[in-house]
Nanobody, 121 residues
Framework: QVQLVESGGGLVQPGGSLRLSCAAS????????MGWYRQAPGKQREWVAL???????NYADSVKGRFTISRDNAKDTVYLQMNSLKPEDTAVYYC???????????????WGQGTQVTVSP
């Protein structure tokens, strides 16, 4: 089985910073694309940032220039550095990854349980 466990959420003032981490564990052969999504109350889940195994990144326009996604392939971990946080960044942040549990099977898509980020004075 595969698990994604996020950490690093919390309460921060506008303009502040947080760093989210997401570690994959279990039977893992390889991890492809990893990413972060978020869901605010009453809204649909939206993608925030994606990173390929090779390090190519993509960001939603709403976070471009403020958030940075990175990964450590040796640790099966993806990070999201969030700077200049705004109240509209308040949401539950979810980690997502394409993970192969063996070298002969197609990768499955996995989600973490989510971590709350609240930006408030």
């Amino acid at each position: 089985q595969v698990q994604l466990v996020e950490s690093g959420g919390g309460l921060v003032q506008p303009g502040g910073s947080l760093r989210l981490s997401c570690a994959a564990s279990g039977t893992i052969a390889s991890i492809g694309r990893m990413g972060w999504y978020r869901q605010a109350p009453g809204k649909q889940r939206e993608w925030v940032a994606l990173i390929s195994r090779g390090g190519n990144t993509n960001y939603a326009d709403s976070v471009k220039g403020r958030f940075t996604i990175s990964r450590d392939n040796a640790k099966d971990t993806v990070y999201l550095q969030m700077n200049s946080l705004k109240p509209e960044d308040t949401a539950v942040y979810y980690c997502n990854a394409d993970i192969s549990t063996s070298w002969v099977e197609v990768a499955g898509n996995y989600w973490g349980q989510g971590t709350q980020v609240t930006v408030s004075p």
